[in-house]
């Protein structure tokens, strides 16, 4: 007898019920490896629709999953909910009606290059690391990131000219 698995389901019973329509949240680490950095999922919700067809099976699905994420600009840990939907016939030589894997391929695209922890996240300072989100920092930087304003840059010599 095979193992029963939430994302697996015999292709006669999917027939004889008229279809499925199922939401789970798995524990995330059943799919943590389809992340890059597995120890960023948190949470894990997967919808899946399985429709009847004449002489297949539709699975329709959405994968939701919360992660946790550093901002790419100033590196504050953040949560972020992304989602992803999915759809895979079956035809009716199966015997199975095995989700799993598009559900890993659907997740496995989830995660994001880069996150902002806002649109506008002023990121931090070249100079002296400080998160200018939370506070101000004195050093100059009209234009960030260039060599030529941190050059100018002298400390030791507040009043300036
Ligand atoms: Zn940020
Ligand atoms: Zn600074």
Redesign the pocket.
């Known amino acids: 007898m095979q193992e029963k698995d939430p994302f697996v389901f015999k292709y006669e019973d999917v027939v004889a019920a008229g279809g499925h329509d199922i939401r789970l949240a798995p524990e995330p680490a059943l799919f943590a490896d389809a992340f890059e950095n597995p120890a960023a999922l948190k949470k894990l919700e997967i919808e899946l629709i399985l429709s009847v067809g004449g002489d297949s099976v539709l699975a329709e699905g959405v994968v939701r999953a919360e992660l946790q994420l550093e901002c790419s600009r100033c590196g504050e840990p953040l949560t972020r909910t992304f989602e992803d939907s999915f759809d895979e016939v079956y035809p009716d030589t199966v015997e199975y009606i095995d989700t799993r894997e598009v559900i890993r391929e659907t997740a496995g695209i989830l995660s994001p290059i880069k996150v902002l922890c806002a649109e506008d996240c002023k990121g931090r ?1 070249l ?2 690391g ?1 998160n200018r989100n939370k506070k101000p ?1 004195g ?1 100059r930087q009209e234009k960030s990131g260039s060599f030529e304003a941190l050059k100018d840059f002298k400390p030791g010599h507040p009043g300036g000219k």
């Open positions: 300072c100079v002296c400080t920092c050093c």
